[in-house]
């Protein structure tokens, strides 16, 4: 990673938050089988990520901090057409977890999966959780597609069983504020109370409104959580800090996502992503993990959050959240 003059002034602006463990809640690995279509373009320039690529890019942005990870296949758009993708995507973090004690994984679940398939999926070592994407709807407009599209019941029904979280990115144009994804996330955690649902980027709030106008219509069932994956708006962080007392908010990266220069941000009612391709002239721009990083530090001080409570954001949370002790 080659860090750019602003990284390096970020860092020291928010190095004293960081506690020394660090355990990010959704960071992704993949390799060329299980995605065909981006890898080796843009941030997928790798031929293959895992927890060592992990380590090497992110260490400089955590000065001294020791890593665990949650480790998700990256979603590839050929899913539509060829289910095999998904097997791929999983059996290369299933492999890579097989003699790991360390690091936790998420697997994917295709929306036509059956219990059968994924309780055999979540006995592999390490597996944790589950993750769904909008590729696997049969019709996957980001702006149309309802979660029980591309999140199936069944998911539901071995989370509820085994206790484990969903790790979902809702879609459709106003995010969480959007009411058909607020009924779904209202009903489904009140009929399966032990299953967790983490809403993915705050609730998917790049446009930081939708997240801070929806958190009183999103129940107070103490099975909702959030991450805050790729989140560079204060605001968005500071309504789920809010909505949770801080207690089921976990940190996260979006690896590789986040070595991208530049950052999404709120532009008209929705958001856009600014980065190294479309960066206005003369800005002075940093990655996107460290942009992520400054707005979590502001997010904490506008909050008036102890270090005890910094700590649990980017560590003690998501040990609770994975059931990881
Ligand atoms: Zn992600």
New binding site residues.
């Given amino acids: 990673m080659i860090l750019t003059e602003e990284d390096y002034k970020l860092i020291e602006i928010y190095k004293d938050m960081l506690p020394s463990k660090i355990f990010d809640a959704?960071a992704?690995v993949y390799n060329g089988a299980g995605l065909p279509t981006a890898c080796g373009s843009g941030v997928f320039y790798r031929e293959c990520v895992n927890h060592e690529t992990y380590t090497a890019d992110m260490s400089d942005y955590f000065p001294g901090c020791d890593f665990e990870i949650n480790m998700?296949p990256m979603p590839d758009i050929k899913i539509k057409s060829d289910k095999t993708v998904v097997d791929k995507a999983n059996a290369y973090l299933i492999n890579i977890l097989k003699n790991d004690n360390k690091n936790i994984g998420s697997v994917y679940v295709h929306v036509t999966d059956s219990e059968q398939r994924i309780g055999d999926l979540v006995t592999n070592n390490g597996i944790k959780a589950l993750k769904c994407y909008h590729y696997s709807a049969p019709n996957p407009d980001p702006e149309t597609c309802v979660i029980s599209d591309f999140l199936p019941e069944s998911a539901w029904v071995v989370a509820n069983e085994k206790k484990l979280p969903i790790i979902l990115?809702v879609m459709r144009i106003n995010a969480i504020l959007d009411s058909e994804n607020i009924t779904y996330v209202n009903r489904m955690t009140e009929k399966y109370p032990d299953a967790k649902l983490v809403l993915?980027?705050c609730g998917r709030s790049f446009a930081p409104h939708t997240v801070v106008r929806s958190a009183d219509k999103i129940a107070d069932n103490e099975n909702i959580w959030f991450d805050t994956?790729?989140i560079c708006e204060s605001p968005s962080v500071i309504a789920c800090l809010k909505k949770t007392k801080g207690k089921r908010v976990v940190w996260g990266t979006?690896y590789p996502?986040c070595l991208n220069i530049g950052k999404p941000i709120g532009m008209g009612s929705g958001f856009c992503w600014i980065t190294g391709d479309n960066l206005p002239p003369n800005c002075k721009p940093a990655h996107l993990i460290a942009e992520s990083l400054i707005a979590h530090k502001l997010a904490f001080m506008l909050s008036d959050l102890t270090q005890t409570e910094i700590n649990a954001i980017f560590y003690d949370n998501a040990k609770n959240l994975f059931s990881l002790r």
């Fill in positions: 959704h992704h998700i990115h993915a980027h994956a790729a979006d996502i």
